[in-house]
Every structure is written in C-alpha cells, then in structure tokens.
C-alpha cells in the first residue's frame, strides 16, 4: 500500500503591540518617560506560505510516514515610524512509523523538526515597566527558534488479562532557543531575550 499526500497553503498574522509608561506624581502631573525609551507602538505582519508532501506505505505489520515541508516566512516589523522586512526558508521533515504487533499490541516511533517565532511583544525594542523596578525590552533582530522533537511509544492493552500499558519516551533538542537574559543597572533589573542552545530533554510518561 502506497500512498502520496501534498499540502499547501498560509498562515497570515497581524499584531499590534502598545505601552505608554509614566509616573503619577502627588501633585496630580505626570513625569512621562518616552524620552528615555520608554513606551512601544508596535506593530508585525507574519505571513507564513508553506508546501509539503508525505509519503505513507505500508509492508506487513510496519506502515512508515516520512514527510517534508517547505516554509517561506515574510515578516515586517514596525516600530513607530520606522520599518524592518525580513524573510527566511526553512524545511521541516517529519517521520513516523507505527508497528502493529496486533490490534492489542502497538510500537510507534515519530520525529519532527520544529520552528517558532517570536510575538510582538518579543520583538518589541523599546523599554516597558512590568513593576516599580523590572525592566522588559524586546528584540526586533531575533529570528526563529529551533528544535527536535521524538517520541517512542509501546501499546499494549489484554482484555482476558485485565492490562493495560501505555508507556512512552521523549527527547528534545533545541538548536536555537530563545531564553531570558538579566541585566542589573543600579537597582533596576532589566530583562532581555537572546538565542542560545539549550540541552537535551528527555522525558518517561
């Protein structure tokens, strides 16, 4: 049995991020702090064109799945009156395989390759005050994250015996991550994102 799948189509989304930061002082004025980079209008437009094609067979009790799609990600970014455009590929293989021992006893195996981009907030260059003294700041540079995915399984439920086991492994791996970096200044903690890779998981359930 053989089987050939295509996909296509697009994701398309539009955010519009906005903070305005100041001090209310006793005498009822306010102290405005946009000239010292306080404060974001925001705004990205994502558009995600994408096109794929699976392949499923089967031989015996084993049926393999390997997939690929290709992604072509537009983003525009747009702070204030200032205006940045990017784009990038990537391709993404997925790969599963399932062995059917019987209907009561299952093996299965899936790998993907995953992305993520960053939300508005994330890219978002201008300086916004989650408390009295931490600071947030975005990054409109960043790009993509990255990472490995798989998961192996094993199935296998008896009625006459009365069991049941579902028990399964996963592993990830990122190549590119997005983390939180702190920076002190004075007593003002300011918070930052940057790419790093981060070590693999692995994970019993």
Not at 3 to 31: E, P
């Amino acid at each position: 049995m053989n089987h050939v799948y295509f996909t296509t189509g697009a994701n398309i989304v539009n955010d519009n991020y906005s903070t305005f930061d100041f001090q209310l002082l006793q005498d009822g004025t306010t102290n405005d702090f946009t000239d010292s980079n306080f404060g974001n209008q925001s705004r990205v437009n994502f558009n995600d064109i994408y096109f794929g094609v699976d392949y499923k067979f089967k031989s015996g009790i084993v049926t393999i799945k390997p997939s690929l799609t290709y992604h072509n990600f537009f983003w525009g970014i747009e702070q204030f009156t200032e205006r940045n455009n990017k784009s990038k590929a990537v391709l993404l293989p997925k790969f599963t395989t399932k062995i059917e021992f019987n209907s009561s006893k299952v093996l299965s195996f899936n790998y993907s390759l995953r992305t993520r981009f960053p939300t508005v907030t994330q890219f978002a260059n201008r300086f916004t005050l989650t408390n009295f003294n931490n600071i947030y700041r975005g990054d409109e540079t960043l790009e993509n994250e990255l990472y490995h995915n798989a998961r192996i399984s094993y199935y296998r439920f008896s009625l006459f015996k009365n069991i049941r086991y579902n028990l399964s492994v996963n592993y990830r791996k990122s190549t590119r991550n997005l983390k939180t970096a702190n920076v002190i200044q004075g007593i003002d903690n300011i918070l930052s994102l940057i790419h790093i890779s981060e070590p693999t998981r692995l994970g019993m359930i």
